[in-house]
């Protein structure tokens, strides 16, 4: 009977053991969901005509064009919007994967190296390129990205803003709590896509 009590008292401390080591990987999740929600991934294609903001899960937060822009063949600009939406959307996505694997890390997700290897693969681009890319977008702490890309040379024409206002400089718009469950469903997503593995 012995055995057996040592046994159960083990396995209940395994238990315990566990339970700690969630509970420490969990406590960061409410940061981590603040620090999704204010999310912005910003690109602008070579002659910065074209400038995209995308926030969490890759939702497209803002697009701005300059008269630069409206001059182009609808051809040219649909190309030039396409691809510079591509670029903020995926910058986001790496961005959001090393929000996770900063708090979440200790699972073992390596979400990061996912996002960077189906990217490279769907873009024909070496890894280790996104990789460096991921370095550089690492913004310095003391404004929001979308503040440190914002550029004086813009005219400001939103495609989402209808009122034609192109001479009212403002800023693109900080993530509501719109964009907050598009990260919301993609934790959501990966924890039940890690629970389905076990």
Same mark, same amino acid.
């Given at each position: 009977?012995?055995?057996?009590?040592?046994?159960?008292?083990?396995?209940?401390?395994?238990?315990?053991?566990?339970?700690?080591?969630?509970? #420490?990987?969990?406590? =960061?999740?409410?940061?981590?969901?603040? #620090?999704?929600?204010?999310?912005?991934? /910003?690109?602008?294609?070579? &002659?910065?005509?074209?400038?995209?903001?995308? $926030?969490?899960?890759? *939702?497209?937060? &803002?697009?701005?064009? +300059?008269?630069?822009?409206?001059?182009?063949p609808?051809?040219?600009?649909?190309?030039?919007?396409?691809? +510079?939406?591509?670029?903020?959307?995926?910058?986001?996505?790496?961005?959001?994967? $090393?929000?996770?694997?900063? !708090?979440?890390?200790?699972? =073992?997700?390596?979400?990061?190296?996912?996002?960077?290897?189906?990217? *490279?693969?769907?873009?024909?681009?070496?890894?280790?390129?996104?990789?460096?890319?991921?370095? &550089?977008?690492?913004?310095?702490r003391? $404004? /929001?990205?979308?503040?440190?890309?914002? !550029?004086?040379?813009?005219? !400001?024409?939103?495609?989402?803003?209808?009122?034609?206002?192109?001479?009212?400089? +403002?800023?693109?718009?900080?993530? =509501?709590?719109?964009? *907050?469950?598009?990260?919301?469903d993609?934790?959501?997503?990966?924890?039940?896509?890690?629970?389905?593995?076990r």
């Amino acid at each position: 009977m012995s055995a057996e009590f040592d046994r159960l008292v083990a396995e209940f401390e395994k238990f315990q053991s566990k339970l700690t080591r969630i509970d #420490e990987q969990m406590s =960061g999740v409410a940061d981590m969901q603040s #620090e999704l929600s204010e999310l912005q991934a /910003t690109a602008s294609n070579a &002659d910065r005509s074209v400038t995209v903001v995308a $926030g969490p899960g890759g *939702a497209v937060m &803002d697009i701005q064009l +300059t008269d630069k822009a409206m001059n182009q063949p609808p051809q040219a600009l649909a190309a030039a919007i396409k691809s +510079t939406l591509q670029e903020a959307v995926a910058e986001a996505a790496r961005k959001q994967a $090393g929000i996770v694997d900063s !708090h979440m890390g200790g699972m =073992g997700l390596n979400v990061t190296d996912q996002v960077i290897e189906t990217q *490279a693969q769907a873009f024909g681009i070496a890894p280790e390129e996104l990789r460096q890319r991921m370095a &550089d977008e690492m913004p310095a702490r003391g $404004g /929001t990205p979308a503040e440190e890309e914002y !550029h004086e040379d813009y005219s !400001h024409q939103s495609v989402f803003d209808g009122d034609g206002d192109s001479g009212a400089a +403002t800023p693109p718009p900080s993530s =509501g709590s719109g964009s *907050a469950s598009a990260g919301d469903d993609f934790l959501k997503n990966l924890f039940n896509d890690e629970e389905g593995r076990r």
